[in-house]
């Protein structure tokens, strides 16, 4: 854990890739616990046209763990917390259950527990990273639409990807420095 | 996914929070207004100290009965974090509360207060020691509120308006919006409360209420109107956001409801009444139903505009 | 007085300041290290490889067990099928161990059939029961008399031959419900059935086998990579506009029934222009001049007319399909139960894969490589005395054996034809929902002097028996080793990875206790292990049962091209060639060629119903799973905007959707996603079964509706053949 090296874990997709299969939508639910009807990661879709000319996309979401996260800002007693290495934490022992930062978040990546009275969401699969793993939607999405990597490290698949590739993040108007880059 | 978060608990919240700030504002400067050295409306200022507490301790159990963990609301007090809104929002509200409840104390007449220790049980007799007057205290207690009423009757403007994700509260005009309807509901508060009293009507302190309250809510309608133009000149997402009230489903409450008869109206008619004042310098007309119903639609709409932000703002968002 | 004053001030400012202390105390640290219950590190979590068994594909899984329980279930990379991924079903299989609604012991049914109303048994109570009804209807009818109706699975052979040993010749699968008419076509046409190199394929064209939505295979994972990286161009027919659509680079909304039209044309233009593989077809194949002569008259001016897909297009797409070839190809598909001319359509498919050269070679059709594995060798038995009652021989002499015609089955079964069917065993499968008119099926099952569904949930067919026998799931148990022949070919393993949650038994323990009361044990002396030990020895790898339990599978990664382009390699068909004209079905008096019949389109206000699926329920299955469930609550009726304005239908309205098997309601989903004289609606929900709590009476059932047809070569049921009307309820 005394790992000096400054790390910034980010998740690049290629979604045009993404076939709307639910594959990371479950694998999370089953490898966080996360509640039936709350979702930390979902897929969201675009549907335009008319008989016959129309158009489907899918795009993966989930909490961006933000450079300049406002939900970390606005929580009052610092339960809503980032690691040095970009992940957003919530530390369910300090959260009062406000839901502040579930309003402040322009993505809606937070969800209520009922069960814990805490607000809750995606953790970058923490737990597996620092054991040097990787996400579980990573990990099993059939289409590999899912990039996971570290950005300060250059010869990294996220770094070499967002110096190759087009781009796009969400929301940027919003000024919270997302980190989910969505390839074009 | 988005939720609705914060319901009806919050809306009474700051409803009842800038209720009390405004209570309170309006009696500490009925308090430091001196004529003789005395309070110069003596009357406002004792019904808004003894009233301010209430409202915002109230709200208070229900800001903590909202939390997920409701037990846990000592956290707010063992942290600063100046960029939380919340966090100074707590600490204001903290401060404030005492204020206010010191303020009730000060004004409490002896007799009442001999009354209420009378009820202490034996074991509790040792707090009788606090059976005392802090009379003395009622100048310096109305200053120091000063900021704290104005700090707890704008951070709940501030609390949304600091939210960017959210393009319907994400403006500078939210927190003053806030702040001024909070001074008139407490202003309208007292209105009614002096209208209710049996005994004579105090012309005179009626006019310094009327006085204040077309101040705060011209204030508030000049306010209120920049909100809506500059929002409707600025970026795609907040455009789209005030058509929740432009044509949306809080379009009726809005207008109707809040704007019309919770401003304006009641406005027209504390002009009305004031209006013998104006030209002729006689009295004001002083017709007591008219008074109550302009105060209470001030109230209604002070509750609506907090209603309307806090839902609309919920539902409002960044494609 | 005031020293007395000083005193209380002074001890209420101690303990202020001791509480204000402990309120500190308790947030830094040490009530928190309580709370958490530090000190003991957790112990380390148990990894099990195995196979998953929520679809045919079998894809690898580790699983993760923490507690003696089951936390989670990871992709196990070492399959080169799977290729490390692990799909949403995938995931949810841990719901269907934990599931407070399975089946948690054998039953016995204490009211009527279908009332719900069930007696728990002990499991000679239930063995013994069985055996003796199942006994009883040998006496009076013959072991005949009994049907034994299964779906694909690692035990499922145990059940067959359990059947088998009977003395039945009754023995029904799957394959007349889903794939026997592709694999029929591709097997008359090349004796085998290959498997499709998407990976390495530059043109592919794919009528219906939505890749990207209704199923995840290695095609699905192979497809959208060289897709979406532009290195395959992807053409795709289907009414509807699936996802499959959404990603293909053309996409046509085909007139239902008329992909025939569209191949013959395909056909016509690359015979017509020469650009199909002289060498390949002079070598290797048989009956080129007929077929040229055949596809003359099948131009794409006449296809457009039949398809709707502009000749002009038809025209470049045979073009560059040929050009690209030999990494081009029509994709077969696997679910085949659409039309009643499916085996004729595919039969074209696999002509126009020939023609091209694609057979056996990189980014074509490849012919399947398996992996040498060993057997266990049971003690045989006589072949049953009884014709098959479904008369395969007289109507569908070229159908496999030992699957069975199912619909052709349940017709005579109801018939009484040509003997009485009296007993009904099924395993695995839930023939209330996977056969079309549930009456009939219902009907079929009142007939039944005995009902025994063996299965893990309560099914609605297991709703409606005498008696039901709880299966382990999968992770509950040691299943046989299973072959996966395919371009990487692979074995895998599935092993017990938590003892059974419930008293359930693996099938081949049910079998064996139905078996000891049948006076059948001789044939099912064995434990898994001992079946294992067989099949594992002859296995490639050093000590091959420790490897698979600790691997969990054995693939090939580097696949072969090419191994029968030799001028010698006789095919398995009658000419020993690749038959592009079939004598073999000119002799049962079908078409050695296909020839193409416009196929019924609805009357007018009437619409086609079709059918797809998603790919995180398996058929019937999984609905309600409830991490599977929240995708899809309810089914609804997917139908075009422009008839639903005619019949002042708007999304949420429930709707009666009515055809001559029966009737049922479900609400409106308007969407310019389908074609306007065609509906759809979602598998799997409507349940009978009250168990099935999440979709117990929500939506409905499309057996209900769907009318009773199939394809007369294979007997392939076909499922698109049914005209509903629709109005607003």
Redesign the interface.
């Known amino acids: 854990m005394a790992d000096t090296k400054k790390k910034r874990y980010a998740l690049v997709l290629d979604s045009k890739k993404c076939i709307n299969c639910k594959a990371c939508v479950v694998a999370c639910k089953a490898e966080n616990g996360v509640p039936v009807g709350k979702f930390r990661d979902w897929i969201t879709e675009e549907r335009r046209g008319t008989w016959p000319r129309l158009m489907a996309t899918f795009d993966p979401e989930q909490c961006e763990h933000c450079a300049n996260p406002s939900c970390v800002r606005v929580c009052p007693t610092g339960a809503s917390w980032q690691r040095a290495d970009g992940i957003v934490l919530v530390n369910y022992d300090d959260c009062i259950g406000c839901r502040y930062c579930m309003i402040a978040c322009p993505y809606n990546a937070r969800y209520f527990r009922e069960d814990l009275g805490v607000v809750d969401k995606c953790t970058l699969c923490a737990h597996r990273v620092d054991k040097g793993g990787i996400p579980a939607c990573v990990e099993t999405c059939p289409s590999k639409v899912r990039v996971f990597g570290d950005l300060e490290d250059p010869s990294s698949d996220v770094s070499q990807l967002l110096n190759t590739r087009r781009f796009l993040v969400k929301k940027p108007e919003t000024g919270n420095g997302p980190q989910l880059y969505y390839l074009l | ?3 609705i ?2 319901g009806f608990l919050i809306v009474n919240y700051l409803f009842l929070g800038g209720l009390s700030a405004g209570l309170f504002f309006v009696s500490a400067l009925a308090t430091y207004l001196q004529e003789d050295g005395e309070p110069a409306y003596p009357r406002i200022a004792k019904y808004g100290a003894m009233m301010a507490p209430w409202p915002v301790a109230l709200g208070s159990f229900l800001l903590i009965f ?5 037990y ?5 007090f ?2 600063f ?1 100046w ?5 100074i929002g ?1 600490w204001l509200l903290l401060v404030f509360t005492g204020i206010t409840f010191l303020g009730f104390w000060a004004w409490l007449p002896e007799e009442t207060r001999h009354r209420l220790f009378a009820f202490l049980p034996k074991r509790l007799a ?1 707090l009788k ?1 606090f059976d005392v007057s802090i009379d003395a205290w009622k100048r310096p207690l109305a200053m120091a509120g000063f900021p704290f009423s104005i700090g707890v009757g704008i951070y709940t403007g501030v ?1 949304l308006g ?5 393009p319907f509260w994400n403006t500078n005009l939210v927190a003053q919006m806030f702040l001024f309807s909070a001074f008139s509901t407490g202003t309208a508060a007292l209105i009614l409360a002096l209208s209710a009293n049996r005994k004579e009507l105090d012309f005179r302190q009626l006019r310094f209420l009327y006085t204040l309250d077309i101040c705060f809510i011209t204030i508030e309608f000049f306010i209120v109107l920049p909100y809506l133009i500059h929002g409707k000149l600025s ?1 795609l ?1 907040v455009q789209e956001a005030l058509k929740l009230i432009l044509g949306g489903p809080y379009t009726l409450t809005f207008w109707l409801f809040f704007m019309l008869a919770g401003l304006l109206l009641p406005l027209f008619i504390e002009l009305w009444e004031m209006a013998p004042a104006f030209f002729q310098k006689a009295t004001i007309h002083h017709n007591k139903p008219l008074a109550s119903i302009a105060a209470a639609l001030v109230l209604l709409g002070g509750y609506l505009l907090r209603y309307v932000f806090v839902y609309a ?2 539902i409002s ?2 494609k | 007085m005031e020293g007395n004053r000083i005193d209380r001030r002074k001890f209420l400012q101690v303990t202020a300041a001791g509480a204000a202390a402990t309120a500190l105390v308790t947030q830094t640290g040490c009530l928190k290290y309580f709370e958490k219950g530090g000190g003991a590190p957790a112990p380390a979590p148990l990894v099990v490889p195995t196979a998953c068994e929520l679809c045919p594909n079998k894809c690898s899984v580790l699983a993760v067990v923490e507690g003696g329980v089951i936390r989670k279930l990871n992709p196990n990379p070492e399959n080169p099928k799977s290729r490390g991924m692990l799909c949403a079903r995938g995931n949810a299989a841990v719901k269907q161990v934990y599931d407070p609604d399975r089946l948690k012991q054998p039953l016995i049914r204490a009211g009527e059939r279908g009332e719900g109303k069930w007696r728990a048994a002990s499991w000679d109570e239930a063995w013994d029961y069985t055996a003796k009804k199942l006994s009883e209807i040998k006496q009076k009818y013959g072991p005949e008399g009994t049907l034994w109706a299964s779906t694909e699975g690692f035990q499922e052979i145990f059940f067959r031959n359990l059947g088998s040993a009977f003395g039945s010749p009754n023995i029904v699968r799957h394959p007349t419900l889903c794939l026997a008419s592709v694999n029929l076509a591709y097997s008359a046409t090349f004796g085998t059935v290959p498997s499709f190199d998407l990976l390495n394929a530059e043109y592919v064209i794919m009528s219906g086998a939505n890749r990207f939505e209704s199923i995840i295979t290695p095609d699905t994972m192979d497809l959208i990579g060289s897709a979406m990286n532009r290195k395959t161009k992807l053409v795709y027919l289907d009414p509807r506009f699936t996802v499959t659509a959404s990603k293909a680079d053309h996409w046509y909304p085909i007139r239902p029934g008329t992909d025939m039209a569209f191949i013959l044309a395909m056909l016509n233009v690359i015979i017509g222009e020469g650009r199909y593989d002289k060498e390949f077809v002079a070598t290797y194949t048989t009956g080129f001049d007929k077929l040229s002569d055949h596809v003359r008259q099948y131009t794409p001016d006449w296809a457009e007319k039949e398809t709707e897909i502009p000749a002009r297009d038809i025209v470049h797409i045979a073009r560059e399909f040929a050009d690209a070839a030999p990494r081009a190809v029509y994709y077969a598909g696997r679910r085949s139960s659409w039309y009643k001319n499916d085996f004729q359509m595919r039969r074209a498919q696999a002509i126009l894969n020939a023609v091209v050269g694609n057979w056996d070679r990189e980014g074509g059709m490849v012919p399947n490589a398996k992996i040498a594995m060993g057997e266990y060798l049971f003690l045989p038995w006589d072949d049953p005395k009884a014709a098959r009652v479904d008369e395969l021989d007289k109507n569908f002499p070229l159908a496999a054996k030992g699957d069975g015609v199912y619909l052709k089955l349940r017709e005579n079964v109801l018939a009484g034809k040509p003997y009485p069917v009296k007993g009904w065993m099924v395993y695995k499968q839930d023939p209330m929902n996977a056969l079309p008119d549930q009456g009939m099926t219902l009907k079929m099952i009142q007939q039944m002097d005995f009902v025994g569904v063996i299965d893990i949930g309560m099914s609605d067919t297991a709703w409606y028996a005498d008696v039901v026998f709880p299966e382990s799931a999968y992770l509950e148990r040691t299943d046989p080793v299973e072959a996966m022949p395919g371009i990487w070919p692979a074995v895998v393993f599935r092993q017990q990875v938590v003892k059974p949650v419930h008293d359930t038994k693996p099938n081949l323990e049910i079998v064996q206790g139905l078996a000891k009361r049948l006076n059948l044990s001789d044939y099912f002396d064995y434990t898994m292990d001992q079946w294992v030990d067989a099949q594992a020895k002859d296995l490639p790898v050093d000590n091959p049962l420790a490897y698979l339990k600790k691997h969990g599978v054995l693939g090939i990664a580097e696949p072969k091209f090419g191994g029968t382009l030799k001028p010698d390699h006789r095919f398995v068909t009658k000419s020993g060639k690749i038959e592009l004209f079939s004598e073999r079905l000119q002799e049962s008096g079908f078409d050695a060629l296909p020839v193409y019949k416009p196929p019924v389109q609805p009357p007018a206000g009437r619409f086609r119903m079709v059918l797809g699926r998603k790919g995180y329920f398996t058929h019937a299955n999984q609905t309600n799973n409830p991490w599977l469930n929240e995708f899809y609550p309810e089914n609804d009726l997917s139908i075009n905007p422009q008839p639903a304005q005619n019949l002042g239908i708007k999304t949420g309205d429930m709707l009666e959707v009515s055809s001559g098997a029966g009737t049922v309601r479900l609400k409106a989903r308007v969407t310019e996603e389908i074609r306007p004289d065609c509906v759809f609606m979602l598998h799997g929900y409507g349940k009978k079964s009250k168990w099935q709590k999440l979709v117990y009476g929500v939506g409905a059932s499309d057996a209900v509706v769907l009318e009773t047809a199939w394809d007369e070569v294979s007997g392939n049921a076909a499922f698109h053949e049914t005209f509903v009307n629709v109005r607003k309820a």
């Open positions: 996914m988005q939720t978060e914060w909202d939390l997920g963990n409701w846990r609301f000592y956290k707010l063992i942290v974090k960029q939380s809104p919340m966090s707590s040792f020691r609390l600091a939210v960017q994700a959210r970026v997402a703002g919920q968002a960044f």
